[in-house]
């Protein structure tokens, strides 16, 4: 179907008219030919935008777009089967084939079922430019090489991107020469929830050679045939790299305030490592070191940038003048970490929940004994960090304690699990060991600390159930306190 002539010449005169590009994309759009109208849509900017990602709910984009992949699959199939047909009578009119195997004779099912076991074997559903759909500037799509994929977040809802995300994915990644492993989130309320490995498991799957053409897959199971043996590796790899966002943003906490109470940078990790009161890190790994210097340079570079960067903004810019991706983030899509904001924590009385963000990401949702009325309220930061507050493991305070601005409440452990979930403290804040030693090894002295009567946070527990799943780096020696035994309000 040609689009109108008119339009098309408009355009042509007048490349500026956003609205007249969009108009155009959807003419294209109508006809299938979903390459020239993402082009188009590409070219209208704003406008697109603004028609598009108020209106469609993400059930919509995902109808859509299964109907655009059975759509290119068949398509594919056709090409197959003509180009066979081709070198067939080829073959017939060299006398090299009998007669028999001419092409109007042919048992085309032959061919189409060659083409369903390529599709099914690479699980690629292809929205490229074909031969009756060239590219918007009339050349020719370049075949896409796949190459070492990148890792970043989507939000979902209930289990599914929406349509703004996933149209917003769509457009970065034609001008993007990459592979993207898209990783679901759960959204509640403001909130991403960055949980678990367990939830964070990959969705989607994107080729791009930064010129338009696209290949995309689903590896939802719903929609992908696939196993889990086929995404084993990827899903290893998915989990190296959540790994070390968690250790980036620690990193970034801890050189952040440090910084904001000296005044300078700490220039070597060790200046971090140093014995109670000085210890900024709770737990260092050798990834953490070798990741070090680049988190530095990394937080030198942006300081005083007031950039929107969010986790929830999948829109990233690469951090450096020339697009190159710091190395130690070569699997991050953007080129640089994931999580940028501080941490900080929120702890709901009413829900008997802490939450640790970043910004509107959730790392972690513990539940937590309180003391009702006697949990004050209000801001507060993290001052004193201790190991064994009361002087041994075994004590009341359990094997971490963190205290609150100088004050007599602290977040401890404690020798009475059973009270985690009530309100029987005398107002400070209890956790299970395994929690307490895990936030200890994330925050640094400084954190911010929110405690409110109801908060909009998450009510689920978000926490590893694996102790090997933890975050839990080797403990900096030297942070217990000799000079005191801590007793805070119990």
């Given at each position: 179907?040609?689009?109108?002539?008119?339009?098309?010449?408009?355009?042509?005169?007048?490349?500026?008219?956003q609205?007249a590009?969009?108009?155009?994309?959807?003419d294209?759009?109508?006809?299938?030919?979903?390459?020239?109208?993402?082009?188009?849509?590409?070219?209208?900017?704003?406008?697109?935008?603004?028609f598009?990602?108020?209106?469609?709910?993400?059930?919509?984009?995902?109808?859509?777009?299964h109907?655009?992949?059975?759509?290119?699959?068949?398509?594919?199939?056709?090409?197959?089967?003509r180009?066979?047909?081709a070198?067939?009578?080829?073959?017939?009119?060299?006398?090299?084939?009998?007669s028999?195997?001419?092409?109007?004779?042919?048992?085309v099912?032959?061919?189409?079922?060659?083409?369903?076991e390529?599709?099914?074997?690479?699980?690629?559903?292809?929205?490229v430019?074909?031969?009756?759909?060239?590219?918007?500037?009339?050349?020719?799509?370049?075949?896409?090489?796949?190459?070492?994929?990148?890792?970043?977040?989507?939000?979902?809802?209930?289990?599914?991107a929406t349509?703004?995300?996933?149209?917003?994915?769509?457009n970065?990644?034609?001008?993007?020469?990459?592979?993207?492993?898209?990783?679901?989130?759960?959204?509640?309320?403001?909130?991403?929830?960055?949980?678990?490995?367990?939830a964070?498991?990959?969705?989607y799957?994107?080729?791009?050679?930064?010129?338009?053409?696209?290949?995309?897959?689903?590896?939802?199971p719903?929609?992908?045939?696939?196993?889990?043996?086929?995404?084993?590796?990827?899903?290893?790899?998915?989990?190296?790299?959540?790994?070390?966002?968690?250790?980036?943003?620690?990193?970034?906490?801890?050189?952040?305030a440090?910084?904001?109470?000296?005044?300078?940078?700490?220039e070597?990790?060790?200046?971090?490592?140093?014995?109670?009161?000085?210890?900024?890190?709770?737990?260092?790994?050798?990834?953490?070191?070798?990741?070090?210097?680049?988190?530095?340079?990394?937080?030198?570079?942006?300081?005083?940038?007031?950039?929107?960067?969010g986790?929830?903004?999948?829109?990233?810019?690469?951090?450096?003048?020339?697009?190159?991706?710091?190395?130690g983030?070569?699997?991050?899509?953007?080129?640089?970490?994931?999580?940028?904001e501080?941490?900080?924590?929120?702890?709901?009385?009413?829900?008997?929940?802490?939450?640790?963000?970043?910004?509107?990401?959730?790392?972690?949702?513990?539940?937590?004994?309180?003391?009702?009325?006697?949990?004050?309220?209000?801001?507060?930061?993290?001052?004193?960090?201790?190991?064994?507050?009361?002087?041994?493991?075994?004590?009341e305070?359990?094997?971490?304690?963190?205290?609150l601005?100088?004050?007599?409440?602290?977040i401890?452990?404690?020798?009475?699990p059973?009270?985690?979930?009530?309100?029987?403290?005398?107002?400070?804040?209890?956790?299970?060991?395994?929690d307490?030693?895990?936030?200890?090894?994330?925050?640094?002295?400084?954190?911010?600390?929110t405690?409110?009567?109801?908060?909009?946070?998450?009510?689920?527990?978000?926490?590893?159930?694996?102790?090997?799943?933890?975050?839990q780096?080797?403990?900096?020696p030297?942070?217990?306190?000799?000079?005191?035994?801590y007793?805070?309000?119990?």
């Amino acid at each position: 179907m040609r689009m109108p002539h008119d339009l098309k010449s408009y355009v042509q005169k007048h490349p500026d008219n956003q609205m007249a590009w969009y108009l155009l994309g959807k003419d294209y759009e109508r006809s299938g030919q979903t390459a020239k109208a993402n082009y188009c849509f590409e070219r209208s900017g704003g406008i697109y935008e603004a028609f598009e990602h108020s209106k469609a709910p993400a059930q919509v984009w995902m109808e859509y777009q299964h109907k655009l992949m059975q759509l290119e699959q068949q398509r594919s199939k056709q090409q197959i089967k003509r180009k066979s047909a081709a070198i067939l009578l080829w073959l017939l009119i060299l006398g090299i084939v009998p007669s028999a195997m001419a092409p109007d004779a042919m048992d085309v099912d032959v061919v189409t079922e060659l083409a369903e076991e390529s599709s099914s074997e690479q699980g690629l559903d292809r929205i490229v430019y074909s031969e009756e759909q060239d590219a918007p500037d009339g050349s020719e799509a370049d075949e896409i090489d796949p190459g070492p994929p990148m890792f970043t977040g989507i939000p979902l809802i209930n289990g599914e991107a929406t349509d703004e995300d996933t149209g917003r994915m769509m457009n970065q990644l034609r001008r993007t020469d990459a592979t993207i492993i898209t990783l679901g989130l759960e959204r509640e309320n403001e909130f991403l929830l960055w949980g678990t490995s367990a939830a964070r498991q990959p969705v989607y799957q994107f080729h791009s050679n930064g010129e338009g053409a696209v290949m995309s897959k689903s590896l939802l199971p719903e929609w992908c045939k696939c196993t889990p043996e086929d995404h084993k590796d990827l899903s290893a790899s998915a989990v190296r790299w959540g790994q070390k966002e968690e250790q980036a943003i620690a990193l970034l906490s801890a050189i952040t305030a440090y910084q904001q109470q000296n005044g300078v940078y700490p220039e070597r990790i060790e200046q971090l490592m140093k014995p109670f009161p000085n210890n900024r890190i709770g737990g260092v790994s050798s990834s953490m070191r070798e990741l070090y210097p680049e988190m530095l340079d990394y937080i030198k570079s942006v300081a005083g940038d007031d950039r929107d960067s969010g986790p929830d903004s999948i829109d990233v810019e690469q951090s450096s003048e020339d697009g190159a991706a710091l190395p130690g983030f070569e699997d991050t899509y953007g080129g640089e970490p994931y999580m940028k904001e501080s941490l900080s924590i929120v702890v709901n009385k009413e829900t008997h929940r802490l939450t640790l963000l970043s910004g509107n990401m959730v790392l972690r949702n513990y539940e937590v004994g309180l003391g009702g009325e006697r949990t004050p309220e209000g801001d507060f930061v993290i001052s004193d960090k201790v190991v064994n507050p009361n002087g041994r493991t075994d004590g009341e305070f359990g094997t971490r304690g963190m205290q609150l601005s100088d004050t007599d409440y602290a977040i401890h452990g404690t020798n009475d699990p059973g009270s985690i979930g009530l309100d029987e403290s005398l107002g400070c804040i209890r956790m299970h060991q395994e929690d307490v030693e895990e936030l200890f090894a994330l925050v640094p002295p400084g954190t911010q600390v929110t405690i409110k009567n109801s908060a909009n946070t998450p009510a689920g527990i978000i926490a590893p159930e694996q102790a090997g799943d933890r975050f839990q780096p080797e403990l900096v020696p030297g942070q217990t306190n000799p000079d005191k035994i801590y007793h805070w309000l119990n």
